[in-house]
T-cell receptor
Framework: SQQGEEDPQALSIQEGENATMNCSYK?????LQWYRQNSGRGLVHLIL?????REKHSGRLRVTLDTSKKSSSLLITASRAADTASYFC?????????????????????FGQGTTLQVKP | DAEITQSPRHKITETGRQVTLACHQT?????MFWYRQDLGHGLRLIHY???????NKGEVSDGYSVSRSNTEDLPLTLESAASSQTSVYFC???????????FGPGTRLTVL
């Protein structure tokens, strides 16, 4: 079962513009993470936001989380051609089953289907 | 530098054969995970392990098995490969007590 639904599925912008991607999920979470995947490569972790946080920044990335709406957004400001990639949100469940006891979260990431971002130079 | 590697990177096999995909990490992470990535489904969790001798089923575990005899390795075995198991497989690890997962480069498996 897919937890995250991402919107849009594809996004094409010009270099220098901002890119916004949205993610919705279905169940309660411990945290939500965003990953980037370049074509033919593995996923790279971008940012993690905990369920008690509302906004987080990392460089040109800004993530928001609205647990009442079960949604998150990723904003990439001043995009570059090198930002061209697929972006995935992933949710990590709360401690309702077997967990890694030191973290209290399961580590069982449930991914959305991703947003493919193309940044044109 | 510490890293996570997968081998082979590409594999073609026939239906019914047993296949083992290797995953090795040098971070000494307790937690390791196997995912498969298919068009239209994103990444889905196959199996995971919180430590040596610990293995657990994920969302799509049928037809797959794992074993964890040491901290560094979590091999994924397809007992009898099926065409539906044609996919790209990713291994990941994380340090206990954290959320971020580190992914390997992936193995592209084709079952004919």
């Amino acid at each position: 079962s897919q937890q995250g639904e991402e919107d849009p599925q594809a996004l094409s912008i010009q270099e220098g513009e901002n890119a916004t991607m949205n993610c919705s999920y279905k169940t309660s979470i411990n945290n939500l993470q965003w990953y980037r995947q370049n074509s033919g490569r593995g996923l790279v972790h971008l940012i993690l936001i905990r369920s008690n946080e509302r906004e987080k920044h990392s460089g040109r990335l800004r993530v928001t989380l609205d647990t009442s709406k079960k949604s998150s957004s990723l904003l990439i400001t001043a995009s570059r051609a090198a930002d061209t990639a697929s972006y995935f949100c992933a949710t990590d469940g709360i401690m309702m089953e077997k967990t890694d006891i030191r973290s209290g979260n399961t580590g069982k990431l449930i991914f959305g289907q991703g947003t493919t971002l193309q940044v044109k130079p | 530098d510490a890293e996570i590697t997968q081998s082979p990177r590409h594999k073609i096999t026939e239906t019914g054969r047993q296949v083992t995909l290797a995953c090795h990490q040098t971070w000494n992470h307790n937690n390791m995970f196997w995912y498969r990535q298919d068009l239209g489904h994103g990444l889905r969790l196959i199996h995971y392990s919180y430590g040596v001798q610990d293995t657990n089923k994920g969302e799509v575990s049928d037809g797959y098995s794992v074993s964890r005899s040491n901290t560094e390795d979590l091999p994924l075995t397809l007992e009898s490969a099926a065409s539906s198991q044609t996919s790209v497989y990713f291994c990941a690890s994380r340090r206990a007590g954290t959320g971020e997962q580190f992914f390997g480069p992936g193995t592209r498996l084709t079952v004919l």
